[in-house]
Protein backbone atom coordinates (compact mmCIF):
# COMPACT_ATOMS: atom_id res chain seq x y z
CA UNK A 1 0.00 0.00 0.00
CA UNK A 2 1.41 3.54 -1.07
CA UNK A 3 2.08 6.44 1.62
CA UNK A 4 -1.02 8.02 -0.23
CA UNK A 5 -2.97 5.07 0.63
CA UNK A 6 -2.17 4.84 3.75
CA UNK A 7 -2.84 8.79 4.70
CA UNK A 8 -6.24 8.37 2.93
CA UNK A 9 -7.41 5.24 4.79
CA UNK A 10 -6.20 6.19 8.26
CA UNK A 11 -8.68 9.94 7.35
CA UNK A 12 -11.36 7.48 6.13
CA UNK A 13 -11.24 5.56 9.47
CA UNK A 14 -10.94 8.67 11.56
CA UNK A 15 -14.13 10.13 9.93
CA UNK A 16 -16.29 6.98 10.53
CA UNK A 17 -15.34 6.64 13.63
CA UNK A 18 -18.60 6.33 15.80
CA UNK A 19 -19.15 9.29 18.45
CA UNK A 20 -18.67 8.46 21.79
CA UNK A 21 -22.60 8.43 23.80
CA UNK A 22 -23.36 11.60 25.69
CA UNK A 23 -23.28 11.06 29.49
CA UNK A 24 -27.05 11.26 30.64
CA UNK A 25 -26.10 14.14 33.30
CA UNK A 26 -24.50 16.14 30.27
CA UNK A 27 -25.87 19.45 29.18
CA UNK A 28 -27.51 19.84 25.73
CA UNK A 29 -25.63 18.48 22.79
CA UNK A 30 -23.05 20.64 21.34
CA UNK A 31 -23.56 21.74 17.63
CA UNK A 32 -22.56 19.22 14.99
CA UNK A 33 -18.33 20.28 13.79
CA UNK A 34 -18.70 20.26 10.04
CA UNK A 35 -15.96 17.92 8.42
CA UNK A 36 -12.62 19.86 7.44
CA UNK A 37 -12.83 20.12 3.39
CA UNK A 38 -9.40 18.07 3.17
CA UNK A 39 -10.73 15.80 4.91
CA UNK A 40 -13.78 15.55 2.61
CA UNK A 41 -11.54 15.54 -0.25
CA UNK A 42 -9.28 13.14 1.36
CA UNK A 43 -12.02 11.23 1.76
CA UNK A 44 -13.82 11.29 -1.75
CA UNK A 45 -10.64 10.41 -3.09
CA UNK A 46 -10.23 7.36 -1.28
CA UNK A 47 -13.41 6.37 -2.00
CA UNK A 48 -12.75 6.88 -6.05
CA UNK A 49 -9.43 4.99 -5.69
CA UNK A 50 -10.84 1.86 -4.21
CA UNK A 51 -13.77 1.84 -6.71
CA UNK A 52 -11.78 3.03 -9.74
CA UNK A 53 -9.48 0.07 -9.16
CA UNK A 54 -12.31 -2.61 -8.33
CA UNK A 55 -13.21 -2.10 -12.02
CA UNK A 56 -9.48 -2.72 -13.42
CA UNK A 57 -8.37 1.42 -13.22
CA UNK A 58 -5.02 2.80 -11.29
CA UNK A 59 -5.13 5.34 -9.13
CA UNK A 60 -1.51 7.12 -9.37
CA UNK A 61 -2.25 9.19 -6.19
CA UNK A 62 -2.74 12.75 -5.37
CA UNK A 63 -0.32 15.76 -6.36
CA UNK A 64 0.08 19.64 -6.72
CA UNK A 65 0.18 20.82 -9.74
CA UNK A 66 3.58 21.39 -10.33
CA UNK A 67 3.94 17.68 -9.80
CA UNK A 68 1.91 16.50 -12.53
CA UNK A 69 4.01 16.90 -15.17
CA UNK A 70 7.01 14.38 -13.56
CA UNK A 71 4.55 11.75 -12.89
CA UNK A 72 3.20 11.81 -16.57
CA UNK A 73 6.49 11.82 -17.65
CA UNK A 74 7.26 8.50 -15.28
CA UNK A 75 4.26 6.75 -16.47
CA UNK A 76 5.07 7.44 -20.39
CA UNK A 77 8.19 6.10 -19.84
CA UNK A 78 6.81 2.85 -17.32
CA UNK A 79 4.63 2.02 -20.29
CA UNK A 80 7.07 2.30 -22.75
CA UNK A 81 5.10 4.93 -24.75
CA UNK A 82 6.65 6.79 -27.63
CA UNK A 83 3.96 9.30 -28.73
CA UNK A 84 1.21 10.99 -26.39
CA UNK A 85 -2.35 12.72 -27.50
CA UNK A 86 -3.03 15.39 -25.26
CA UNK A 87 -5.99 18.23 -24.91
CA UNK A 88 -6.64 21.07 -23.81
CA UNK A 89 -6.54 20.92 -19.70
CA UNK A 90 -9.62 22.45 -17.55
CA UNK A 91 -8.03 23.23 -14.31
CA UNK A 92 -4.01 22.51 -15.47
CA UNK A 93 -2.38 24.36 -18.37
CA UNK A 94 -1.58 21.09 -20.26
CA UNK A 95 1.34 22.88 -22.37
CA UNK A 96 3.89 22.24 -20.14
CA UNK A 97 3.10 18.58 -19.90
CA UNK A 98 2.98 18.65 -23.34
CA UNK A 99 6.86 20.50 -23.40
CA UNK A 100 8.04 17.70 -20.60
CA UNK A 101 6.63 14.73 -22.53
CA UNK A 102 8.76 16.04 -24.96
CA UNK A 103 11.92 16.96 -23.49
CA UNK A 104 11.79 12.91 -22.57
CA UNK A 105 11.64 12.45 -26.48
CA UNK A 106 7.76 11.46 -26.19
CA UNK A 107 6.48 12.96 -29.70
CA UNK A 108 3.20 14.66 -29.05
CA UNK A 109 0.01 15.14 -30.84
CA UNK A 110 -2.08 17.53 -30.52
CA UNK A 111 -5.52 18.43 -31.31
CA UNK A 112 -6.51 20.34 -35.07
CA UNK A 113 -6.43 24.18 -34.70
CA UNK A 114 -9.59 25.12 -34.05
CA UNK A 115 -10.68 27.62 -37.04
CA UNK A 116 -13.63 29.68 -35.98
CA UNK A 117 -16.91 28.58 -33.90
CA UNK A 118 -17.05 25.43 -36.53
CA UNK A 119 -13.54 24.04 -34.88
CA UNK A 120 -11.25 21.95 -37.44
CA UNK A 121 -12.57 20.84 -40.90
CA UNK A 122 -13.06 17.50 -41.60
CA UNK A 123 -9.84 16.34 -43.23
CA UNK A 124 -8.04 17.74 -40.20
CA UNK A 125 -10.25 15.85 -37.87
CA UNK A 126 -9.69 13.07 -40.23
CA UNK A 127 -5.84 13.38 -39.96
CA UNK A 128 -5.79 13.86 -36.32
CA UNK A 129 -8.32 10.61 -35.67
CA UNK A 130 -5.99 8.75 -37.71
CA UNK A 131 -2.70 9.70 -35.72
CA UNK A 132 -4.27 9.09 -32.57
CA UNK A 133 -5.44 5.51 -33.29
CA UNK A 134 -1.08 4.93 -33.82
CA UNK A 135 -0.09 6.65 -30.74
CA UNK A 136 0.71 4.87 -27.56
CA UNK A 137 -1.36 7.41 -24.36
CA UNK A 138 -3.69 9.42 -24.62
CA UNK A 139 -3.76 12.20 -21.73
CA UNK A 140 -7.10 14.57 -20.84
CA UNK A 141 -8.61 16.30 -17.87
CA UNK A 142 -11.88 15.20 -16.19
CA UNK A 143 -14.23 17.78 -15.29
CA UNK A 144 -15.40 15.99 -12.87
CA UNK A 145 -15.12 12.76 -11.37
CA UNK A 146 -17.80 10.46 -9.40
CA UNK A 147 -16.65 8.94 -5.89
CA UNK A 148 -19.05 6.48 -5.59
CA UNK A 149 -18.13 4.36 -8.59
CA UNK A 150 -15.00 5.78 -9.96
CA UNK A 151 -15.92 6.70 -12.58
CA UNK A 152 -14.88 10.21 -14.62
CA UNK A 153 -16.75 12.34 -16.55
CA UNK A 154 -14.89 14.15 -19.90
CA UNK A 155 -16.64 17.43 -21.72
CA UNK A 156 -15.88 17.06 -25.04
CA UNK A 157 -14.45 19.77 -27.27
CA UNK A 158 -12.60 20.62 -30.46
CA UNK A 159 -9.53 21.18 -28.26
CA UNK A 160 -10.04 18.32 -26.25
CA UNK A 161 -12.16 15.56 -28.26
CA UNK A 162 -13.74 12.59 -27.11
CA UNK A 163 -11.67 10.58 -29.47
CA UNK A 164 -8.61 11.30 -26.89
CA UNK A 165 -10.51 8.58 -24.57
CA UNK A 166 -11.08 6.09 -27.25
CA UNK A 167 -8.64 5.46 -29.44
CA UNK A 168 -5.56 5.02 -27.81
CA UNK A 169 -4.38 1.71 -26.14
CA UNK A 170 -3.72 3.53 -22.59
CA UNK A 171 -5.46 6.36 -21.11
CA UNK A 172 -4.64 8.56 -18.62
CA UNK A 173 -6.82 11.20 -17.12
CA UNK A 174 -6.47 13.79 -14.39
CA UNK A 175 -8.60 14.86 -12.46
CA UNK A 176 -8.56 18.17 -9.69
CA UNK A 177 -8.87 16.85 -6.68
CA UNK A 178 -12.20 19.98 -5.97
CA UNK A 179 -13.82 18.42 -8.99
CA UNK A 180 -14.70 14.88 -7.06
CA UNK A 181 -18.30 14.64 -6.58
CA UNK A 182 -19.90 11.47 -3.91
CA UNK A 183 -22.06 10.56 -6.70
CA UNK A 184 -23.47 10.85 -10.22
CA UNK A 185 -26.19 13.64 -9.65
CA UNK A 186 -23.96 15.68 -7.93
CA UNK A 187 -21.69 15.07 -11.05
CA UNK A 188 -24.50 16.27 -13.23
CA UNK A 189 -25.65 19.16 -11.21
CA UNK A 190 -21.12 19.99 -10.90
CA UNK A 191 -21.18 20.42 -14.92
CA UNK A 192 -24.35 21.70 -15.79
CA UNK A 193 -27.72 19.55 -16.99
CA UNK A 194 -27.00 21.84 -19.99
CA UNK A 195 -23.51 20.61 -21.02
CA UNK A 196 -24.71 17.53 -21.11
CA UNK A 197 -27.81 18.08 -23.89
CA UNK A 198 -25.54 20.31 -25.78
CA UNK A 199 -22.27 18.56 -25.82
CA UNK A 200 -20.77 14.86 -25.50
CA UNK A 201 -19.99 13.86 -22.31
CA UNK A 202 -17.53 10.48 -21.92
CA UNK A 203 -18.68 8.78 -18.31
CA UNK A 204 -15.53 6.40 -18.31
CA UNK A 205 -15.57 3.90 -15.88
CA UNK A 206 -12.30 1.47 -16.07
CA UNK A 207 -11.11 0.62 -18.93
CA UNK A 208 -12.72 -0.62 -21.89
CA UNK A 209 -14.37 -4.20 -21.53
CA UNK A 210 -16.67 -6.50 -22.82
CA UNK A 211 -18.30 -10.15 -22.58
CA UNK A 212 -19.92 -10.46 -26.22
CA UNK A 213 -17.00 -13.19 -27.64
CA UNK A 214 -18.17 -16.52 -25.61
CA UNK A 215 -19.70 -14.34 -22.50
CA UNK A 216 -15.69 -13.68 -21.40
CA UNK A 217 -14.27 -10.74 -20.24
CA UNK A 218 -12.04 -9.04 -22.84
CA UNK A 219 -10.32 -5.47 -22.29
CA UNK A 220 -9.61 -2.59 -24.86
CA UNK A 221 -12.34 -3.71 -27.70
CA UNK A 222 -14.30 -0.29 -27.70
CA UNK A 223 -11.36 2.04 -25.90
CA UNK A 224 -8.18 1.96 -23.59
CA UNK A 225 -7.08 -1.13 -22.53
CA UNK A 226 -5.38 0.91 -19.68
CA UNK A 227 -6.52 3.24 -17.46
CA UNK A 228 -4.60 5.67 -15.03
CA UNK A 229 -6.09 8.40 -12.83
CA UNK A 230 -4.01 11.05 -11.66
CA UNK A 231 -5.45 13.74 -9.39
CA UNK A 232 -4.19 17.49 -8.53
CA UNK A 233 -3.83 18.11 -4.98
CA UNK A 234 -4.34 22.16 -5.10
CA UNK A 235 -1.40 24.12 -3.26
CA UNK A 236 -3.21 26.00 -0.33
CA UNK A 237 -2.74 29.95 0.31
Not at 71 to 99: C, E, F
Not at 201 to 226: C, N, W
Amino acid sequence: MSAFHKMIATVKSALERAPRAVPAHAAAASPVVPVAHDARRTELLAQFARELEAVGGAFLGAFAPDDIRARTVALARQIGARTAAIGAGVTLDSDPIARALEQAGVAVIRPPSVRGAAGPDDAARAAYRERLAGCDLGIVEADAAIAATGTLAVVGAPDRPNSLTLLPPSNLIIIHADRMRPDLAAAVAGIGAETFIAKRVALITGPSRTADIEKMIVLGVHGPKKLYAIAIWPNEA
